[in-house]
Protein backbone atom coordinates (compact mmCIF):
# COMPACT_ATOMS: atom_id res chain seq x y z
CA UNK A 1 0.00 0.00 0.00
CA UNK A 2 1.81 3.10 -1.41
CA UNK A 3 1.48 6.79 -0.56
CA UNK A 4 -1.10 8.50 -2.95
CA UNK A 5 -0.43 11.88 -4.83
CA UNK A 6 -2.74 13.71 -2.56
CA UNK A 7 -0.30 11.96 0.63
CA UNK A 8 2.46 12.54 -0.75
CA UNK A 9 1.46 16.33 -1.30
CA UNK A 10 0.44 17.12 2.36
CA UNK A 11 3.48 15.97 3.35
CA UNK A 12 5.66 18.36 1.52
CA UNK A 13 3.69 20.64 2.49
CA UNK A 14 4.84 19.63 5.99
CA UNK A 15 8.34 19.44 4.53
CA UNK A 16 7.46 23.28 3.68
CA UNK A 17 8.84 21.47 -0.02
CA UNK A 18 7.09 22.46 -3.31
CA UNK A 19 6.23 19.73 -5.66
CA UNK A 20 5.35 20.47 -9.59
CA UNK A 21 2.74 18.08 -11.50
CA UNK A 22 5.94 16.66 -13.10
CA UNK A 23 8.70 16.06 -10.61
CA UNK A 24 5.24 13.85 -8.59
CA UNK A 25 5.43 10.29 -10.67
CA UNK A 26 9.71 10.13 -10.01
CA UNK A 27 8.81 11.14 -6.24
CA UNK A 28 5.78 8.73 -5.94
CA UNK A 29 7.62 5.80 -7.74
CA UNK A 30 11.13 6.40 -5.42
CA UNK A 31 9.00 6.86 -2.51
CA UNK A 32 6.95 4.02 -1.93
CA UNK A 33 9.81 1.65 -3.77
CA UNK A 34 11.76 2.59 -0.88
CA UNK A 35 8.85 2.14 2.22
CA UNK A 36 8.07 -1.15 0.26
CA UNK A 37 11.86 -2.37 1.27
CA UNK A 38 11.52 -0.37 4.96
CA UNK A 39 7.85 -2.73 5.32
CA UNK A 40 9.91 -5.70 5.76
CA UNK A 41 10.59 -4.72 9.76
CA UNK A 42 7.13 -5.04 10.02
CA UNK A 43 7.47 -8.81 10.24
CA UNK A 44 9.80 -8.47 13.16
CA UNK A 45 8.48 -9.35 16.80
CA UNK A 46 9.73 -6.06 18.64
CA UNK A 47 7.03 -6.20 21.12
CA UNK A 48 10.00 -6.55 24.14
CA UNK A 49 12.89 -4.50 22.71
CA UNK A 50 13.84 -1.23 23.61
CA UNK A 51 14.28 1.73 21.09
CA UNK A 52 17.76 3.09 20.68
CA UNK A 53 17.86 6.36 21.28
CA UNK A 54 22.15 6.57 22.04
CA UNK A 55 24.27 4.48 20.82
CA UNK A 56 26.77 4.66 23.96
CA UNK A 57 25.43 4.26 27.23
CA UNK A 58 26.71 7.49 28.91
CA UNK A 59 25.02 10.00 31.33
CA UNK A 60 23.28 13.52 29.92
CA UNK A 61 26.42 15.73 30.64
CA UNK A 62 25.80 19.29 32.19
CA UNK A 63 27.84 22.30 31.84
CA UNK A 64 28.90 24.95 34.13
CA UNK A 65 26.16 27.64 34.49
CA UNK A 66 28.63 30.31 33.32
CA UNK A 67 28.81 33.33 31.46
CA UNK A 68 30.92 32.71 28.23
CA UNK A 69 31.49 34.52 24.98
CA UNK A 70 29.01 33.99 22.34
CA UNK A 71 28.94 35.62 18.77
CA UNK A 72 28.15 38.92 18.64
CA UNK A 73 24.36 40.26 16.91
CA UNK A 74 26.88 41.52 13.92
CA UNK A 75 28.75 38.08 13.09
CA UNK A 76 25.42 36.03 14.02
CA UNK A 77 23.21 38.00 11.32
CA UNK A 78 26.30 38.09 8.61
CA UNK A 79 25.06 35.20 6.26
CA UNK A 80 21.71 36.71 6.83
CA UNK A 81 19.43 37.30 3.36
CA UNK A 82 17.72 40.58 4.68
CA UNK A 83 18.75 41.99 7.78
CA UNK A 84 17.25 45.36 9.80
CA UNK A 85 18.47 46.79 12.78
CA UNK A 86 20.52 43.72 14.12
CA UNK A 87 17.45 41.87 13.30
CA UNK A 88 16.75 39.08 10.59
CA UNK A 89 14.24 40.83 8.57
CA UNK A 90 10.94 38.47 7.12
CA UNK A 91 7.34 39.20 5.23
CA UNK A 92 4.64 40.36 7.17
CA UNK A 93 3.44 37.60 9.10
CA UNK A 94 0.37 39.14 10.16
CA UNK A 95 -2.58 40.60 7.86
CA UNK A 96 -3.40 44.08 8.46
CA UNK A 97 -6.99 44.70 8.52
CA UNK A 98 -7.85 47.73 6.62
CA UNK A 99 -6.26 51.09 6.98
CA UNK A 100 -3.75 50.06 9.44
CA UNK A 101 -0.13 51.35 9.62
CA UNK A 102 2.47 49.37 8.42
CA UNK A 103 3.87 48.65 11.49
CA UNK B 1 61.83 9.91 -11.36
CA UNK B 2 62.71 11.47 -8.02
CA UNK B 3 60.23 11.12 -5.54
CA UNK B 4 58.39 14.51 -5.31
CA UNK B 5 57.01 15.79 -2.35
CA UNK B 6 53.42 14.90 -3.00
CA UNK B 7 54.08 11.32 -2.92
CA UNK B 8 55.39 11.51 0.52
CA UNK B 9 53.23 10.85 3.55
CA UNK B 10 52.05 12.89 6.25
CA UNK B 11 54.15 11.83 8.80
CA UNK B 12 57.25 12.17 6.53
CA UNK B 13 56.63 15.48 5.00
CA UNK B 14 56.10 16.93 9.27
CA UNK B 15 59.76 15.07 9.91
CA UNK B 16 61.16 16.37 7.21
CA UNK B 17 59.98 19.76 8.02
CA UNK B 18 60.82 19.58 11.57
CA UNK B 19 64.34 18.90 10.69
CA UNK B 20 64.51 21.97 9.11
CA UNK B 21 65.39 19.44 5.24
CA UNK B 22 61.97 21.06 3.73
CA UNK B 23 60.26 24.29 4.07
CA UNK B 24 56.34 24.01 4.57
CA UNK B 25 56.47 26.68 1.62
CA UNK B 26 58.11 24.09 -1.25
CA UNK B 27 55.53 21.29 0.84
CA UNK B 28 52.72 23.66 -0.40
CA UNK B 29 53.55 24.34 -3.74
CA UNK B 30 54.28 20.96 -4.61
CA UNK B 31 51.01 19.94 -3.52
CA UNK B 32 48.98 23.45 -5.09
CA UNK B 33 50.93 22.05 -8.22
CA UNK B 34 50.04 18.66 -8.26
CA UNK B 35 46.36 19.97 -7.72
CA UNK B 36 46.46 22.12 -10.37
CA UNK B 37 47.84 19.59 -12.13
CA UNK B 38 44.90 16.83 -11.35
CA UNK B 39 41.58 18.35 -10.31
CA UNK B 40 40.53 19.66 -13.52
CA UNK B 41 39.83 16.58 -14.70
CA UNK B 42 39.23 14.84 -11.12
CA UNK B 43 37.08 18.29 -9.38
CA UNK B 44 38.01 16.84 -5.69
CA UNK B 45 37.68 20.68 -4.51
CA UNK B 46 35.15 23.17 -4.07
CA UNK B 47 37.16 25.68 -3.17
CA UNK B 48 41.16 25.92 -2.75
CA UNK B 49 42.69 28.37 -0.44
CA UNK B 50 45.88 28.45 -1.95
CA UNK B 51 46.59 32.14 -0.78
CA UNK B 52 45.86 30.94 2.41
CA UNK B 53 47.85 27.89 2.23
CA UNK B 54 51.16 30.03 1.12
CA UNK B 55 50.54 32.52 4.05
CA UNK B 56 50.52 29.61 6.50
CA UNK B 57 53.64 28.06 5.12
CA UNK B 58 55.56 31.11 5.13
CA UNK B 59 53.85 32.08 8.43
CA UNK B 60 55.99 28.45 9.69
CA UNK B 61 59.22 28.78 7.78
CA UNK B 62 60.00 31.09 10.72
CA UNK B 63 59.40 28.47 13.45
CA UNK B 64 61.91 26.95 15.34
CA UNK B 65 62.60 23.55 15.41
CA UNK B 66 61.08 23.70 18.83
CA UNK B 67 57.66 25.25 17.50
CA UNK B 68 58.07 23.09 14.36
CA UNK B 69 58.22 19.67 16.84
CA UNK B 70 55.56 20.70 19.47
CA UNK B 71 53.09 20.61 16.58
CA UNK B 72 52.33 17.42 15.41
CA UNK B 73 51.00 18.10 11.99
CA UNK B 74 53.48 21.55 11.22
CA UNK B 75 54.01 21.59 7.30
CA UNK B 76 51.57 18.75 6.40
CA UNK B 77 49.03 19.22 3.97
CA UNK B 78 44.73 18.88 4.87
CA UNK B 79 41.69 19.05 2.85
CA UNK B 80 38.54 19.24 4.64
CA UNK B 81 34.92 18.11 3.62
CA UNK B 82 32.63 20.69 2.39
CA UNK B 83 29.92 20.09 5.38
CA UNK B 84 32.91 21.22 8.25
CA UNK B 85 32.63 24.98 8.76
CA UNK B 86 35.45 27.44 8.45
CA UNK B 87 35.73 30.50 9.19
CA UNK B 88 37.85 32.11 6.07
CA UNK B 89 36.78 29.69 3.68
CA UNK B 90 32.93 29.33 2.22
CA UNK B 91 31.15 26.34 3.23
CA UNK B 92 28.29 24.41 1.27
CA UNK B 93 27.59 20.92 2.06
CA UNK B 94 27.84 20.89 -1.84
CA UNK B 95 23.98 22.80 -1.51
CA UNK B 96 22.49 25.97 -3.56
CA UNK B 97 21.02 26.61 -0.55
CA UNK B 98 24.12 27.38 1.27
CA UNK B 99 26.31 28.97 -1.57
CA UNK B 100 28.41 31.85 -0.48
CA UNK B 101 28.07 30.47 3.12
CA UNK B 102 30.65 32.12 5.41
CA UNK B 103 30.67 30.48 8.93
CA UNK B 104 30.93 32.66 12.16
CA UNK B 105 32.75 30.14 13.66
CA UNK B 106 35.37 27.32 12.95
CA UNK B 107 34.10 23.62 13.67
CA UNK B 108 35.92 21.79 16.56
CA UNK B 109 38.00 19.78 14.18
CA UNK B 110 39.11 23.12 11.84
CA UNK B 111 40.60 24.29 15.31
CA UNK B 112 42.33 21.59 16.44
CA UNK B 113 44.00 21.20 12.93
CA UNK B 114 45.34 24.84 12.77
CA UNK B 115 46.75 24.33 16.13
CA UNK B 116 48.35 20.93 15.35
CA UNK B 117 49.74 22.94 12.48
CA UNK B 118 48.33 21.53 9.74
CA UNK B 119 47.93 23.82 6.37
CA UNK B 120 44.61 23.96 5.24
CA UNK B 121 44.67 23.47 1.44
CA UNK B 122 40.68 23.96 0.69
CA UNK B 123 37.29 22.41 0.87
CA UNK B 124 36.40 19.28 -0.59
CA UNK B 125 33.12 17.94 -2.50
CA UNK B 126 30.94 16.17 -1.10
CA UNK B 127 27.03 14.46 -1.89
CA UNK B 128 24.63 17.25 -1.42
CA UNK B 129 24.48 17.16 3.11
CA UNK B 130 26.43 14.36 2.67
CA UNK B 131 23.60 12.31 1.17
CA UNK B 132 24.80 9.88 -1.33
CA UNK B 133 27.12 7.29 -1.98
CA UNK B 134 28.66 8.68 -5.52
CA UNK B 135 29.14 12.68 -4.90
CA UNK B 136 27.17 12.57 -8.29
CA UNK B 137 24.92 14.28 -5.91
CA UNK B 138 26.84 17.74 -5.33
CA UNK B 139 24.77 20.66 -6.46
CA UNK B 140 27.73 22.44 -8.36
CA UNK B 141 29.72 19.40 -10.04
CA UNK B 142 30.61 15.29 -9.38
CA UNK B 143 34.02 14.44 -8.67
CA UNK B 144 35.81 11.14 -10.73
CA UNK B 145 37.53 8.17 -9.52
CA UNK B 146 41.45 9.00 -9.81
CA UNK B 147 41.81 5.22 -10.70
CA UNK B 148 39.16 5.23 -13.93
CA UNK B 149 37.90 8.74 -14.22
CA UNK B 150 34.66 7.02 -16.26
CA UNK B 151 33.51 5.89 -11.92
CA UNK B 152 32.77 7.85 -9.32
CA UNK B 153 35.20 8.15 -6.32
CA UNK B 154 32.32 7.00 -3.68
CA UNK B 155 30.29 9.42 -1.54
CA UNK B 156 29.70 11.26 -0.09
CA UNK B 157 33.20 11.80 1.54
CA UNK B 158 34.20 11.47 -2.52
CA UNK B 159 36.16 14.77 -2.76
CA UNK B 160 38.34 14.12 0.11
CA UNK B 161 38.92 10.35 -0.88
CA UNK B 162 39.96 11.13 -4.23
CA UNK B 163 42.14 14.30 -3.32
CA UNK B 164 44.08 11.50 -0.90
CA UNK B 165 43.92 9.07 -3.57
CA UNK B 166 45.21 11.27 -6.33
CA UNK B 167 48.45 12.65 -4.02
CA UNK B 168 46.99 16.48 -4.00
CA UNK B 169 46.73 16.21 0.03
CA UNK B 170 48.52 13.23 2.24
CA UNK B 171 45.44 13.53 4.36
CA UNK B 172 41.80 15.08 4.56
CA UNK B 173 38.67 14.68 7.24
CA UNK B 174 35.19 13.21 5.87
CA UNK B 175 32.08 12.45 7.94
CA UNK B 176 30.59 9.35 8.31
CA UNK B 177 27.17 8.31 8.63
CA UNK B 178 26.50 5.24 7.00
CA UNK B 179 29.72 4.59 5.45
CA UNK B 180 30.42 7.92 3.72
CA UNK B 181 34.57 7.86 4.44
CA UNK B 182 34.76 4.15 4.42
CA UNK B 183 33.06 3.66 1.25
CA UNK B 184 34.68 6.38 -0.85
CA UNK B 185 37.96 5.11 0.99
CA UNK B 186 37.20 1.53 -0.56
CA UNK B 187 36.41 3.14 -4.16
CA UNK B 188 39.96 5.20 -4.25
CA UNK B 189 41.96 2.83 -2.58
CA UNK B 190 42.90 4.91 0.52
CA UNK B 191 42.24 4.70 4.21
CA UNK B 192 39.61 5.44 5.97
CA UNK B 193 38.07 5.62 9.79
CA UNK B 194 34.82 6.48 11.49
CA UNK B 195 35.91 6.47 15.11
CA UNK B 196 33.39 5.41 18.02
CA UNK B 197 30.45 7.64 17.96
CA UNK B 198 31.35 10.74 19.98
CA UNK B 199 35.13 10.35 20.29
CA UNK B 200 35.45 13.26 17.77
CA UNK B 201 33.51 16.43 18.63
CA UNK B 202 30.25 17.36 15.76
CA UNK B 203 30.48 21.27 16.98
CA UNK B 204 30.55 22.87 13.40
CA UNK B 205 29.88 19.66 11.53
CA UNK B 206 26.37 20.51 9.78
CA UNK B 207 24.05 18.14 11.12
CA UNK B 208 22.61 15.47 8.57
CA UNK B 209 21.55 12.66 11.13
CA UNK B 210 22.65 12.89 14.56
CA UNK B 211 22.39 10.03 16.14
CA UNK B 212 24.62 8.44 13.18
CA UNK B 213 27.02 11.55 11.61
CA UNK B 214 30.74 10.68 12.95
CA UNK B 215 33.92 13.09 11.59
CA UNK B 216 36.86 10.96 11.17
CA UNK B 217 40.18 10.56 9.18
CA UNK B 218 41.63 9.89 5.49
CA UNK B 219 45.22 9.02 4.63
CA UNK B 220 47.22 6.71 2.27
CA UNK B 221 49.49 5.33 5.54
CA UNK B 222 48.06 3.95 8.79
CA UNK B 223 50.34 6.09 10.96
CA UNK B 224 49.20 9.57 8.95
CA UNK B 225 45.93 8.54 9.75
CA UNK B 226 46.43 7.89 13.32
CA UNK B 227 48.36 10.92 13.07
CA UNK B 228 45.23 12.74 12.29
CA UNK B 229 43.02 11.13 14.52
CA UNK B 230 45.05 11.99 17.62
CA UNK B 231 44.81 16.11 16.90
CA UNK B 232 40.77 15.64 16.13
CA UNK B 233 39.48 12.87 19.47
CA UNK B 234 38.89 14.06 22.16
CA UNK B 235 35.97 15.25 24.21
CA UNK B 236 34.36 19.24 23.71
CA UNK B 237 31.98 20.89 25.80
CA UNK B 238 30.49 22.55 22.52
CA UNK B 239 29.11 19.00 21.92
CA UNK B 240 27.15 17.59 24.40
CA UNK B 241 27.57 14.15 22.49
CA UNK B 242 31.18 13.75 22.63
CA UNK B 243 32.56 11.56 24.77
CA UNK B 244 34.74 11.71 28.29
CA UNK B 245 38.18 10.99 27.46
CA UNK B 246 37.64 7.52 28.76
CA UNK B 247 40.31 5.71 26.37
CA UNK B 248 40.70 2.01 26.53
CA UNK B 249 44.16 1.52 26.55
CA UNK B 250 43.84 -2.27 27.21
CA UNK B 251 47.08 -3.51 24.92
CA UNK B 252 46.06 -5.82 22.27
CA UNK B 253 47.23 -9.62 22.78
CA UNK B 254 48.23 -11.41 20.15
CA UNK B 255 46.51 -14.18 18.56
CA UNK B 256 44.14 -11.45 17.58
CA UNK B 257 40.47 -13.12 17.49
CA UNK B 258 38.94 -12.46 13.86
CA UNK B 259 35.08 -12.76 13.95
CA UNK B 260 33.72 -13.30 10.04
CA UNK B 261 30.14 -12.72 9.76
CA UNK B 262 28.26 -15.15 7.40
CA UNK B 263 25.89 -12.58 6.95
CA UNK B 264 28.10 -10.19 5.10
CA UNK B 265 30.04 -12.68 2.93
CA UNK B 266 26.43 -13.88 0.62
CA UNK B 267 24.80 -13.37 -1.80
CA UNK B 268 25.05 -9.60 -3.81
CA UNK B 269 28.80 -9.80 -2.89
CA UNK B 270 31.02 -9.78 -6.06
CA UNK B 271 33.62 -12.68 -6.71
CA UNK B 272 36.03 -11.25 -7.28
CA UNK B 273 36.14 -9.15 -3.78
CA UNK B 274 35.20 -12.07 -1.97
CA UNK B 275 38.46 -13.53 -3.46
CA UNK B 276 40.45 -10.77 -2.48
CA UNK B 277 39.10 -10.93 1.24
CA UNK B 278 39.36 -14.83 1.04
CA UNK B 279 43.71 -14.18 0.45
CA UNK B 280 43.57 -11.19 3.27
CA UNK B 281 41.81 -13.97 5.76
CA UNK B 282 44.82 -15.82 4.86
CA UNK B 283 47.73 -14.10 5.65
CA UNK B 284 45.62 -13.48 8.94
CA UNK B 285 45.54 -16.99 9.80
CA UNK B 286 49.61 -17.40 8.22
CA UNK B 287 50.40 -14.49 10.97
CA UNK B 288 48.80 -17.02 13.58
CA UNK B 289 45.82 -15.45 14.39
CA UNK B 290 42.58 -16.49 14.80
CA UNK B 291 39.74 -16.67 12.52
CA UNK B 292 36.00 -17.54 13.71
CA UNK B 293 32.73 -17.75 11.94
CA UNK B 294 30.05 -15.88 12.86
CA UNK B 295 26.65 -14.78 12.79
CA UNK B 296 25.40 -11.10 12.69
CA UNK B 297 21.95 -12.09 11.97
CA UNK B 298 19.86 -8.72 11.82
CA UNK B 299 22.03 -7.27 9.67
CA UNK B 300 19.37 -7.73 6.70
CA UNK B 301 17.31 -5.41 8.31
CA UNK B 302 19.85 -2.70 8.97
CA UNK B 303 19.38 -0.91 5.07
CA UNK B 304 15.67 -0.65 6.27
CA UNK B 305 16.49 0.63 9.64
CA UNK B 306 19.11 3.08 8.54
CA UNK B 307 16.77 4.49 5.60
CA UNK B 308 14.13 5.06 8.23
CA UNK B 309 16.23 6.95 10.95
CA UNK B 310 18.73 8.82 8.54
CA UNK B 311 15.73 10.83 6.65
CA UNK B 312 13.74 11.01 9.50
CA UNK B 313 17.13 12.75 11.12
CA UNK B 314 17.72 14.42 8.67
CA UNK B 315 13.93 16.22 7.57
CA UNK B 316 14.28 17.65 11.24
CA UNK B 317 18.07 18.49 10.23
CA UNK B 318 17.39 20.40 7.52
CA UNK B 319 14.55 22.77 8.70
CA UNK B 320 16.90 25.00 9.44
CA UNK B 321 17.44 25.90 5.92
CA UNK B 322 14.27 28.24 5.67
CA UNK B 323 15.90 31.62 3.71
CA UNK B 324 15.74 33.61 6.80
CA UNK B 325 19.03 33.64 8.77
CA UNK B 326 21.66 32.25 6.56
CA UNK B 327 21.86 30.90 2.92
CA UNK B 328 19.74 31.49 0.03
CA UNK B 329 16.44 32.87 -0.13
CA UNK B 330 14.09 33.20 -2.92
CA UNK B 331 11.80 36.49 -1.99
CA UNK B 332 8.20 36.08 -1.95
CA UNK B 333 4.99 37.89 -0.57
CA UNK B 334 4.11 35.72 2.05
CA UNK B 335 6.57 33.70 4.60
CA UNK B 336 4.96 30.29 3.87
CA UNK B 337 5.85 30.69 0.23
CA UNK B 338 9.30 32.37 0.76
CA UNK B 339 10.08 29.03 2.88
CA UNK B 340 8.79 27.05 -0.21
CA UNK B 341 10.19 28.79 -2.35
CA UNK B 342 13.34 29.42 -0.99
CA UNK B 343 13.75 25.09 -0.40
CA UNK B 344 12.44 24.54 -3.64
CA UNK B 345 15.11 26.07 -5.35
CA UNK B 346 17.47 25.36 -2.65
CA UNK B 347 17.64 21.87 -2.19
CA UNK B 348 18.32 19.33 -5.03
CA UNK B 349 16.28 15.67 -5.37
CA UNK B 350 18.35 13.39 -3.52
CA UNK B 351 17.78 15.44 -0.51
CA UNK B 352 13.99 16.68 -1.19
CA UNK B 353 13.66 12.56 -1.56
CA UNK B 354 14.76 12.29 1.60
CA UNK B 355 12.88 15.33 3.07
CA UNK B 356 9.92 13.85 2.63
CA UNK B 357 10.56 10.43 3.54
CA UNK B 358 12.03 11.20 6.84
CA UNK B 359 9.18 13.53 7.47
CA UNK B 360 6.64 10.91 6.55
CA UNK B 361 8.44 8.69 9.13
CA UNK B 362 7.64 11.05 11.67
CA UNK B 363 4.60 12.25 10.65
CA UNK B 364 1.23 11.58 12.78
CA UNK B 365 0.62 8.16 12.93
CA UNK B 366 3.38 6.68 10.80
CA UNK B 367 6.09 7.43 14.16
CA UNK B 368 5.85 3.94 15.69
CA UNK B 369 5.39 2.35 12.54
CA UNK B 370 8.69 3.90 11.10
CA UNK B 371 10.82 5.72 13.39
CA UNK B 372 10.22 3.44 16.51
CA UNK B 373 10.52 0.03 14.93
CA UNK B 374 13.45 1.51 13.34
CA UNK B 375 15.14 2.45 16.61
CA UNK B 376 14.26 -1.00 17.55
CA UNK B 377 15.84 -3.12 15.18
CA UNK B 378 19.09 -0.94 16.09
CA UNK B 379 19.03 -2.40 19.65
CA UNK B 380 18.80 -5.66 17.52
CA UNK B 381 22.03 -4.82 15.32
CA UNK B 382 23.98 -3.31 18.57
CA UNK B 383 23.14 -6.96 20.42
CA UNK B 384 24.55 -8.91 17.34
CA UNK B 385 27.46 -6.78 17.64
CA UNK B 386 28.10 -7.22 21.63
CA UNK B 387 27.40 -10.70 21.39
CA UNK B 388 30.11 -11.10 18.95
CA UNK B 389 32.64 -9.05 20.84
CA UNK B 390 32.12 -11.14 23.79
CA UNK B 391 34.24 -13.88 21.46
CA UNK B 392 36.22 -11.90 19.29
CA UNK B 393 38.26 -9.01 19.01
CA UNK B 394 37.71 -7.71 15.56
CA UNK B 395 34.67 -8.36 12.95
CA UNK B 396 35.92 -8.24 9.34
CA UNK B 397 34.34 -8.08 6.13
CA UNK B 398 34.55 -6.29 2.55
CA UNK B 399 33.44 -2.60 2.55
CA UNK B 400 31.20 -2.57 -0.04
CA UNK B 401 29.77 -5.27 -2.31
CA UNK B 402 31.37 -3.96 -5.49
CA UNK B 403 34.02 -2.14 -6.79
CA UNK B 404 33.56 1.85 -8.00
CA UNK B 405 30.53 1.82 -10.23
CA UNK B 406 30.42 3.96 -13.37
CA UNK B 407 28.90 7.67 -13.16
CA UNK B 408 25.24 7.68 -14.24
CA UNK B 409 24.81 4.38 -13.50
CA UNK B 410 22.39 4.53 -10.39
CA UNK B 411 21.61 7.79 -10.55
CA UNK B 412 18.72 7.35 -11.24
CA UNK B 413 17.66 4.19 -9.27
CA UNK B 414 17.97 5.52 -5.65
CA UNK B 415 17.32 1.90 -3.37
CA UNK B 416 19.89 0.10 -5.71
CA UNK B 417 22.40 3.07 -4.67
CA UNK B 418 20.58 2.57 -0.85
CA UNK B 419 21.66 -1.11 -0.84
CA UNK B 420 25.32 -0.79 -1.45
CA UNK B 421 25.63 0.63 1.96
CA UNK B 422 24.95 -2.46 3.47
CA UNK B 423 28.35 -3.53 5.00
CA UNK B 424 28.83 -0.02 6.03
CA UNK B 425 25.63 1.23 7.58
CA UNK B 426 25.44 -1.12 10.86
CA UNK B 427 28.91 0.34 12.63
CA UNK B 428 26.69 3.65 12.57
CA UNK B 429 23.83 2.24 13.83
CA UNK B 430 25.61 0.21 16.78
CA UNK B 431 28.04 3.51 17.13
CA UNK B 432 31.27 1.36 16.69
CA UNK B 433 34.43 2.52 15.32
CA UNK B 434 35.22 0.92 11.75
CA UNK B 435 38.93 1.13 9.27
CA UNK B 436 38.49 0.50 5.93
CA UNK B 437 41.92 -0.41 4.34
CA UNK B 438 42.77 -0.89 0.35
CA UNK B 439 43.41 -4.71 0.13
CA UNK B 440 43.70 -5.43 -3.25
CA UNK B 441 42.26 -4.96 -6.69
CA UNK B 442 39.41 -7.02 -8.45
CA UNK B 443 38.32 -5.64 -12.24
CA UNK B 444 41.54 -3.18 -11.87
CA UNK B 445 40.19 -1.26 -9.30
CA UNK B 446 40.70 -0.79 -5.31
CA UNK B 447 38.84 -3.12 -2.88
CA UNK B 448 38.43 -2.58 0.52
CA UNK B 449 38.84 -4.34 3.73
CA UNK B 450 36.30 -3.39 6.52
CA UNK B 451 37.71 -3.89 9.94
CA UNK B 452 34.88 -3.14 12.86
CA UNK B 453 35.73 -2.93 17.00
CA UNK B 454 33.56 -2.55 19.84
CA UNK B 455 32.91 0.75 21.11
CA UNK B 456 35.64 2.65 22.34
CA UNK B 457 38.20 0.23 21.14
CA UNK B 458 39.60 2.95 18.49
CA UNK B 459 42.75 2.81 19.92
CA UNK B 460 42.92 -1.22 19.42
CA UNK B 461 41.85 -0.91 15.81
CA UNK B 462 44.63 1.35 14.85
CA UNK B 463 46.99 -0.44 16.90
CA UNK B 464 45.60 -3.63 14.45
CA UNK B 465 45.46 -1.43 11.41
CA UNK B 466 49.14 -0.44 12.07
CA UNK B 467 50.40 -4.02 12.31
CA UNK B 468 48.55 -5.14 9.74
CA UNK B 469 49.42 -2.39 6.77
CA UNK B 470 52.34 -5.18 6.18
CA UNK B 471 50.05 -7.15 4.40
CA UNK B 472 48.33 -5.13 2.45
CA UNK B 473 49.92 -3.96 -1.44
CA UNK B 474 52.34 -0.68 -1.44
CA UNK B 475 50.99 2.39 -2.06
CA UNK B 476 50.85 3.24 -5.71
CA UNK B 477 49.60 6.66 -7.52
CA UNK B 478 47.03 6.75 -10.55
CA UNK B 479 49.25 7.38 -13.11
CA UNK B 480 51.63 4.81 -12.29
CA UNK B 481 49.03 2.42 -13.23
CA UNK B 482 47.76 4.45 -16.71
CA UNK B 483 49.77 2.94 -19.49
Given at each position: ??????????????????????????????????????????????????????????????????????????????????????????????????????? | ????????????????????????????????????????????F?HVAAEQARAQ?????????????????????????????T?TM?????????????????????????????IVIGK????????????????????????????????????????????????????????????????????????????????????????????????????????????????????????????????????????????????????????????????????????????????????????????????????????????????????????????????????????????????????????????????????????????????????????????????????????????????????????????????????????????????????????????????????????
Amino acid sequence: MGLSDQEILHVARLARLRLTTAELPGIRRDLNRVLDYVSQLQALDLADIPPTMHVVNMEMPLRDDVVAPSLSVEEATKNAPQVEAGMFKVPRIVESEGGGDDG
Amino acid sequence: MAKSLWMEDAVTLHELFVAGEVRATDIVEHHLERLNARDPVIRAFLHVAAEQARAQAAVQDRWSPAERAERPLSGVPVAIKDNIVTETMPTTAASRILQNFYAPYNATVVDKLYEAGAIVIGKTNLDEFAMGSSTEHSAFYPTRNPWALDRVPGGSSGGSAAAVAAGMVPLALGSDTGGSIRQPSAYCGIIGMKPTYGRVSRYGLIAFASSLDQIGPMARRVRDLRALYDVIAGPDPRDATSLPDTTDATPLSRPWRIGVPREYFGEGLDPEIRHVLDRHLSQLRAEGHEIRDISLPHTRFAIAAYYLIAPAEASSNLSRYDGIRYGFRRESRDLVTLYEATRDEGFGPEVKRRILLGTHALSSGYYDAYYLTAQKVRTLIRRDFDDAFHTVDFVVTPTTPEVAFRLGERSDDPLTMYLGDIYTVTANLAGLPAISLPVGWAHGLPVGVQWLAKPLADHQLLEAAEALEGLLPPVRFPEEVEG
